[in-house]
T-cell receptor, first 109, second 114 residues
């Protein structure tokens, strides 16, 4: 079957760096997405990786290793507003998104 | 309208009643999707439509139906609601011809079936 694994919850301190990992096993691969979801709100798009390596976008970076079925989202200079759930999703061979359950990130002052 | 809108925002429904959740997008995206989100689970695809006039079943289609009469609208109908359909429902859309096929989400409908 298809599976996306990510930690349920993480805690970090304001101003610090945090890395959220995602491992996947899917039937085919057509890209990996990261979304941010604040409590009670809709998911919003953060990043997309289809080739191996690091994609940097401001304070957020996303890394992909297709051979290892692994990705991470790196958040730098954490701010209180970064408290949210972070969702990892993989587009499979049918171009459907398979979603992880999300990682709830708690930022402490 | 900017992006995707959903209606209603929330609804409490008696079991056995029929309910239609509405979704409208103004981005001229060809593909649209319906997901449900339950605590501790990832988003699960209910139905999708790759283009107007076509629909397909996702991971959890039972008890739900959809139609796609035009590009903008993609309503989701619960023919006879059951308590297990209590969830938050998100509509999304994407440009299937785009380089990344990124999905963009509406604000969601919180549905409670009693």
């Amino acid at each position: 079957g298809q599976n996306i694994d990510q930690p349920t919850e993480m805690t970090a301190t304001e101003g610090a760096i945090v890395q959220i990992n995602c491992t996947y096993q899917t039937s085919g691969f057509n890209g990996l997405f990261w979304y941010q979801q604040h409590a009670g709100e809709a998911p919003t798009f953060l990043s997309y990786n289809v080739l191996d390596g690091l994609e940097e976008k401001g304070r957020f970076s996303s890394f992909l290793s297709r051979s290892k079925g692994y990705s991470y989202l790196l958040l730098k200079e954490l701010q209180m507003k970064d408290s949210a759930s972070y969702l990892c999703a993989v587009m499979d061979s049918n171009y459907q998104l398979i979603w992880g359950a999300g990682t709830k990130l708690i930022i402490k002052p | 309208i900017a992006g995707i809108t959903q209606a209603p925002t929330s609804q409490i429904l008696a079991a056995g009643r029929r309910m239609t959740l509405r979704c409208t997008q103004d981005m001229r995206h060809n593909a649209m999707y319906w997901y449900r989100q339950d605590l501790g689970l990832g988003l699960r695809l209910i139905h999708y439509s790759n283009t107007a006039g076509t629909t397909g079943k996702g991971e959890v289609p039972d008890g739900y139906s959809v139609s796609r009469a035009n590009t903008d609208d993609f309503p989701l109908t619960l023919a006879s609601a059951v308590p297990s359909q209590t969830s938050v429902y998100f509509c999304a859309s994407s440009d299937r011809d785009g380089s990344t096929d990124t999905q963009y989400f509406g604000p969601g409908t919180r549905l409670t079936v009693l």
